[in-house]
């Protein structure tokens, strides 16, 4: 399985709705304005490569912004 870069955004669009390995440093976290959606973002313009969402009540409460900031500085590994 090819494994893609979170900024190689023009090969990921065309590869949309099928599965992808992404691997990358986390180089910030975000939340939204409610607190209900977090994100590690592989880039500081969010805009400029993949970001991980962590949706709703099980992703937010579950993966809250202060625990996800444990992967800032570090490369992982992820797929979906």
């Known amino acids: 399985e090819p494994i893609y870069a979170p900024t ?3 090969v990921l ?3 949309l709705g099928r599965r992808v390995v992404i691997e990358g440093k986390i180089v910030a976290t975000g939340s939204s304005r409610t607190g209900s ?3 590690l973002n592989f880039t500081k313009n969010h805009h400029d490569s993949v970001s991980l969402v962590f949706l709703g009540s099980s992703g937010a409460k579950g993966f809250p912004k202060e625990q ?3 992967f800032v500085g570090k490369k992982i590994h992820v797929g979906g």
């Open 37 to 39: 959606v977090n994100y």
């Open 13 to 15: 669009r065309k590869r």
């Open 68 to 70: 996800l900031a444990a």
């Open 8 to 10: 190689n955004l023009a």
